[in-house]
């Protein structure tokens, strides 16, 4: 089998209202989409998204004629442009989709099918009021989630712990919160300081009283010892991980055991193949493995055959936060992920990522 042709095709939705995202205080009046396809001489087309892909045309050429079955050879493939370009993993998904097809199995089961679906958690994206929070968190349980996380901002710090203080105190202790404060990456041209050790310590000990589960990427990714020391004096579990770009530098984290929960986004950080080699280093360690995945439902569907496959947990990020981030505005292209009423994501059981793109949609929104 060969690979024949790769097309990508750019979409855009409008959004209306905007949303204005945590982590980029710029409002955002739409939301890009990739859609990557991979056809083969056989037939078999495979599909992947996550990232932008920008670049990417001037490599597809070392990609043409060879085996998408040769999977490591693709991901080191993959790696060597990924110091180049972008990052170009939404094409190792597309090649999964077409193995699990040709093998005629969901691709979480050539990962270990461990499990048919995890838990998922509300990942919320927009700052509010601690009301506003509270309500949001009581609304979430009512659909059938059992944890919900919160991001604060660096620059707001008293007004997101006390949204975390009003959702504690409207959901109660039976329901699980954790806190992002996306510390360990930045949107392009932010150059403000990082929160210093001893502020986030002041906030992870205040968060630990809250009984938050993990308090994620409290601080930039190079400061290991001052993460190992916030886990060590405060008690409070440590996540990271989800935007490293390279392989090296993620296992440099697990072996310095910088965390509690490992994070990487198979479609932002070091694809599929790798992402489960995590995983099961995390795991041989005692330590977690459970994917960051806020892109759109194809790489929300990437990073659940992986996590699924390799049993990850506790819980699987499911970006939701009404009424500015339903899964109609992030899965636009596609039919809508959504839990069940007991908050699991299933794993779909048709062959490779079990995908049902709406090209009609497609179609209306590609720019």
């Given amino acids: 089998m060969k690979i024949t042709a790769i097309r990508l095709t750019r979409m ?24 990557v396809e991979v056809e083969t001489d056989e037939g078999v087309r495979g599909v992947g998204s996550g990232d932008s892909m920008d670049g990417f045309e001037a490599y597809e050429h070392l990609f043409i004629g060879t085996d998408p079955l040769a999977i490591l050879n693709q991901v080191r493939r993959i790696e060597t442009i990924n110091f180049h370009g972008g990052r170009y993993w ?17 691709v979480s089961v050539l990962f270990g099918g461990a499990r048919d679906r995890l838990a998922a958690y509300a990942s919320s994206g927009e700052l509010m009021a601690p009301e506003r929070r509270a309500e949001s ?14 991001r604060i901002a660096r620059d707001r710090l008293a007004e997101g712990i006390a949204s975390v203080r009003a959702a504690r105190d409207a959901v109660g ?23 210093p050790l001893a502020t986030v310590h002041r906030v992870a000990a205040e968060l630990r009283d809250l009984g938050v589960l993990w308090l994620e990427e409290p601080l930039p990714q190079t ?18 991980g989800e935007m490293v770009r390279s392989m090296p ?34 795991n041989l360690r005692h330590r ?33 936060d009404p009424p500015g981030w339903l899964p109609e505005r992030r899965d636009f292209f596609m039919t809508p992920l959504m839990i069940d009423h007991r ?14 793109i709406d090209y009609d949609s497609v179609a209306r929104y590609t720019v």
């Fill in 90 to 106: 939404p094409l190792e998904a597309a090649l999964w989709d077409i193995i699990g097809k040709v093998a005629g199995l969901p």
């Fill in 223 to 240: 400061d290991v010892i001052g993460a190992q020391r916030v886990r060590q004096q405060t008690g409070i579990q440590v996540a990271g």
């Fill in 288 to 320: 977690q493995f459970t994917p960051h995945t806020w892109s759109n439902g194809l790489g929300l569907l990437a990073n659940l055959h992986v996590a699924a496959g390799v049993d990850a947990g506790p819980y699987l990020e499911f970006p939701f």
């Fill in 343 to 356: 908050g699991d994501l299933h794993v779909p059981t048709a062959p490779g990522l079990g995908a049902e």
């Fill in 137 to 150: 968190a009581l609304a979430a349980r009512e659909l059938g989630f059992r944890a919900m996380k919160i």
């Fill in 12 to 35: 855009s939705l409008p959004l209306d209202p905007p949303f204005t995202a945590a982590w980029d205080p710029i409002p955002r009046t739409s939301f890009p989409a990739t859609l």
């Fill in 173 to 195: 202790d039976d329901f699980d919160l954790m806190v992002d404060l996306n510390q360990m990456w930045r949107m392009s041209g932010d150059i403000n300081p990082a929160l």
């Fill in 249 to 282: 530098e993620m296992m440099a984290l697990v072996e310095a055991d910088a965390f509690d929960i490992y994070q990487p986004d198979v479609a932002l950080a070091v694809g599929m193949y790798r992402a489960r080699q995590v995983a099961e280093s995390a």
